[in-house]
Nanobody, 121 residues
């Protein structure tokens, strides 16, 4: 499974960005999709996930109310809309795909290459 993120960049605090992750797999609609991020010197953290049908989502407390995960199964793409961004959101953002719940906390095999997001103060 190949996952390709796009949409990263530089944004001022309070601004918005939308990340996309396109999956080259006709079974995209069967995967739960998630977004993770890793800031310099920190561990990778899960920030948002969405079930295969889009009906269930899960967010980290740090982004709840500011970030929104969505998916378009016809386009094999998952999105992360990031609003009211903060300098502490600066990180490399990764998408991932797995079978199971959006609350899954185990090993994941399918990852994108990551896209840099930088929020200036």
């Amino acid at each position: 499974v190949q996952l390709v993120e796009s949409g990263g960049g530089l944004v001022q605090a309070g601004g918005s960005l939308r990340l996309s992750c396109r999956v080259s797999e006709h079974t995209f609609s069967t995967y739960t999709m998630g977004w993770f991020r890793q800031a310099p010197g920190k561990e990778r953290e899960s920030i948002a996930a969405i079930s295969w049908h889009g009906g269930s989502t899960n967010y980290a407390d740090s982004v709840k109310g500011r970030f929104t995960v969505s998916r378009d199964n016809a386009e094999n793409t998952v999105y992360l809309q990031m609003d009211s961004m903060r300098p502490e959101d600066t990180a490399v953002y990764y998408c991932a795909a797995w079978y199971g719940s959006p609350w899954y906390d185990g090993p994941i095999r399918n990852w994108g290459q990551g896209t840099q997001v930088t929020v200036s103060s």
